[in-house]
């Protein structure tokens, strides 16, 4: 079955850690993106990357860094100069060849701060 | 700046009785608007893309219309499984953005 897979479901952060989300996806997409989820909010763009080895910073990248060496792969970081980092991280992918194209979504990953 | 607004932020139905939620937007040079079902600790579902005024799309006990201004997601006679959350989002550039959502509740 093609989708996209998010992993861990849940993971806990400690002060001044750095944390890796991982985010795959076999729909042979170009385009790759990372949304920030909180209560009573909407959906925030982190990051963004349309072709292998570039990306570019969406509405709320400081404290996140990722990487795209592989076109099925869209790691995110979150580093320990977020200060505020639960909530719900949501990654997403699209065909990256038209002007208007539909993003579908994994299954999330929550994370929470010990 | 484009802006998505969606209303109601919560709607509580009974089973059966139809109704619809909003999605109102100001954007420079739309070219589409999307809706989308989230469950709760679920990743969203897409449901429909709308690309101009006057469309409008179907799947089972949902329409999504779209005019200048606003989209509306109609409900027929919806069921306890229809209880989701909403989310409606818009493309400007490459871009979406996301409105706040409608948390939609069933009651049998």
């Known amino acids: 079955d093609g989708g996209i897979t998010q992993s861990p479901k849940y993971l806990f952060r400690k002060e001044g850690q750095n944390v890796t989300l991982s985010c795959e996806q076999n729909l042979n997409h170009d385009a790759m993106y990372w949304y920030r989820q909180d209560p009573g909010q909407g959906l925030r763009l982190i990051y963004y990357?349309?072709?292998?080895?570039?990306?570019q910073k969406g509405d709320i990248a400081e404290g996140y860094s990722v990487s795209r060496e592989k076109k099925e792969s869209f790691p995110l970081t979150v580093t320990s100069a977020q200060k505020n980092p639960t909530a719900f991280y949501l990654c997403a992918s699209s065909t990256g060849r038209g002007v208007l194209e539909t993003q579908y979504f994994g299954p999330g990953t929550r994370l929470l701060v010990l | 700046e484009d802006q998505v607004t969606q209303s109601p932020e919560a709607l509580r139905l009974q089973e059966g009785e139809s109704s619809s939620l909003n999605c109102s937007y100001t954007?420079?040079?739309?070219?589409?608007l999307f809706w989308y079902r989230q469950d709760p600790g679920k990743g969203p579902e897409f449901l429909f893309t709308l690309y101009s005024a006057g469309e409008e799309k179907e799947k089972e006990r949902l329409k999504a219309t779209l005019t200048k201004k606003e989209s509306f997601l109609h409900i027929t006679a919806p069921k306890p499984e229809d209880s989701a959350t909403y989310l409606c989002?818009?493309?400007?550039?490459?871009?979406?953005?996301f409105g706040k959502g409608t948390k939609l509740t069933v009651n049998p």
């Open positions: 990357s349309q072709i292998v080895n570039d990306f």
């Open positions: 989002a818009v493309q400007a550039s490459e871009k979406l953005v």
């Open positions: 954007v420079s040079g739309l070219r589409g």
